[in-house]
Every structure is written in C-alpha cells, then in structure tokens.
Nanobody, 122 residues
Framework: QVQLVESGGGLVQAGGSLRLSCAAS????????MGWFRQAPGKEREFVAVIGRSGGSTYCADSVKGRLNISRDNAKNTVYLQMNSLTPKDTAVYYC???????????????WGQGTQVTVSS
C-alpha cells in the first residue's frame, strides 16, 4: 500500500492561490496514476484532476479547468495541485489518491491521503 500525505491547504481570500502537495511513500511512484478529489461540507466527494504515471497526460474537471493545474515530480514522489483564482465554491477538503489508471471514478483508486482543508473567504 502507498501512504499519501497532503499538505499546503489553508485559508485564502477569493482570487488567491494555493499549491497543494501530496507526498507518496513508495519506491514505485511512477507506477501509479494520481488523482485529486475534494469534498465540501454536506456534499459528495467529487473529482478534481488526474495525472498519468509519467505526467504526460492530465485531465481536469470542467469546474476547475483554466484555474487548477495538476503536475507530478516522480523523482520526489510528489504530486501537486496548483490552484489559482480561487472562489468560495472551492472550499473543501482536498484528497489525493493513487491508483493503477488515470480515471475519474474515485472507486478506481485504492490509496488515499488524509486530506487537507482549503477554505476560501469572500
């Protein structure tokens, strides 16, 4: 099992930026596709972005396209989520996840981090 630890969350004003990081404890990080998901209070967990094993392919949810960008550094066993032009609707707990395939469905990911809180004030 891969252990994942997210960091970088916090409180930011609308229009601001944050960069989330997710560090993986595995020697085979490049064998995993990595995804970011989020869950707002009272809502179901939703897909945010995914990146393939080599980092050559990425896909983001329509709601965040143009504002959030996923990337990875396989040498550092880390995946990032750069978030720009944040709005209060982006307030949620953000989770990273590892799985064999770069897909949208959260059920296809078998390793999850503990989450990091992002709060955007208006």
């Amino acid at each position: 099992q891969v252990q994942l630890v997210e960091s970088g969350g916090g409180l930011v004003q609308a229009g601001g930026s944050l960069r989330l990081s997710c560090a993986a404890s595995t020697r085979n990080f490049s064998n995993y596709a990595m995804g970011w998901f989020r869950q707002a209070p009272g809502k179901e967990r939703e897909f945010v972005a995914v990146i393939g094993r080599s980092g050559g392919s990425t896909y983001c949810a329509d709601s965040v396209k143009g504002r959030l960008n996923i990337s990875r550094d396989n040498a550092k066993n880390t995946v990032y989520l750069q978030m720009n032009s944040l709005t209060p609707k982006d307030t949620a707990v953000y989770y990273c996840a590892a799985g064999p395939y770069a897909v949208v469905a959260d059920t296809e990911y078998n390793c999850w981090g503990q989450g990091t809180q992002v709060t955007v004030s208006s």
